[in-house]
Nanobody, 124 residues
Framework: QVQLVESGGGMVQAGGSLRLSCVPS????????MSWFRQAPGKEREFVAAISRSSDSPYYAKSVSGRFSIGRDSAKNMLYLHMYSLKPEDTAVYYCAAGYGDIRVEDVDSYSYWGQGTQVTVSS
């Protein structure tokens, strides 16, 4: 079974930056869309950013647009999330997700695979 493994989380002060990475356990693994979600304590999991495998077109939630950048390294089959100008409200567990086909990228039920998550904490 394919697993997604996130890394790069940590603690940072407001205004700082972090880079998250996600790598599948199987190198030949390939899906049509890869995305990042996050979940803060007591809140539902929410969409952050997505990228299409075919076009490399990114799509962002309004709350992170202009501050976060999603990218992928096709050769390494890795997914990245560069986070800049971090705010305390960005504090959450961040999850990598992957799905097949023409999915609704903001819908958690669209995805076939999920990682275990990595904690991001932004202090004020």
């Amino acid at each position: 079974q394919v697993q997604l493994v996130e890394s790069g989380g940590g603690m940072v002060q407001a205004g700082g930056s972090l880079r998250l990475s996600c790598v599948p356990s199987v190198q030949t693994f390939g899906t049509d869309v890869m995305s990042w979600f996050r979940q803060a304590p007591g809140k539902e999991r929410e969409f952050v950013a997505a990228i299409s495998r075919s076009s490399d077109s990114p799509y962002y939630a309004k709350s992170v647009s202009g501050r976060f950048s999603i990218g992928r390294d096709s050769a390494k089959n890795m997914l990245y999330l560069h986070m800049y100008s971090l705010k305390p409200e960005d504090t959450a567990v961040y999850y990598c997700a992957a799905g097949y086909g023409d999915i609704r990228v903001e819908d958690v039920d669209s995805y076939s695979y999920w990682g275990q998550g990595t904690q991001v904490t932004v202090s004020s």
